[in-house]
């Protein structure tokens, strides 16, 4: 049986030996420990990549990127109007429809702001976060937001259903809550388990619309009203389309949903779970 670390990495060797090509110009690297196994797989591969620019998520994964003798590039410093090759990411917890938790490591803005400049997202993480619906074990939405709202933004957040959320504290109680790379505060909110629009069309209530009747949301429906909340810079559900759906339909920027996920398994194994289908 694998282990949890033997996992991240046999998943990312798979998702790089299927995505990563010598060829491309620009790569984001999210954050997170199984990231650091992405780029391990990159450089394990011996190929020259002298004119690649990698992408950082935040400080943490741009140390990866340096440690691991590749070229940073600032989101900021992309050229206008050009998008990143991939990015490659994780997720605290990704549904059948390969909608997506992110933000547990407090780098959400930036997640978001590579993976809708990314021709495709490739999600990358262990069994654990293979879920059929958003917070089945994961247990809130982490919530960017700029700290004068907090307050407003938590209030505001109860009046959607959710449940004692709370501004993210540090490890150390004295220090205070958790800053962003943005110098902003993270609030985790709990919801119930999150529907996806299959769910609706099933139900034989038409009463269930997922607008937040007795607290149960369809999850981009609650995505984007949370995002409308004054304060709110970045909401932790990747959801709408992916990178090759937003092509298709002639949008400039990339998707925020992952066109594949690739799951280490306790077994060994990779599952590969694409945009519509599912392939092991």
Known sequence: MADIETAKRNAAIRAVADHFDPKFRCIGIGSGTTIVYVVEAITDLKVDTSNISFVPTG????QVIVRAG???LAF????RGELM??????ADEIDEDLNCIKGGGACLYQEKLVATHARKFICVADHRKLQPRLLTKWPTIPIEVEPLAASTVIEALEDLGSQSPSIREGHISKAGPIKTDQDNFIIDAPFQTL???SDIEKSQSKALKGRGEGGV???EALAKEIKSIEGVLSVGLF???NGAE???QGKRLGGQKPVAAYFGMDDGEVIVRNAKTINN
């Open 76 to 79: 900021d410093s992309l050229p």
């Open 217 to 219: 949301w369809e999850v």
């Open 246 to 248: 937003a092509a298709a």
């Open 195 to 197: 529907l996806i629009p």
């Open 70 to 72: 590749l070229t940073p």
């Open 239 to 241: 959801v709408g389309v």
């Open 59 to 62: 400080y943490q994964s741009r």
């Open 85 to 90: 090759d991939v990015a490659f990411d994780g």
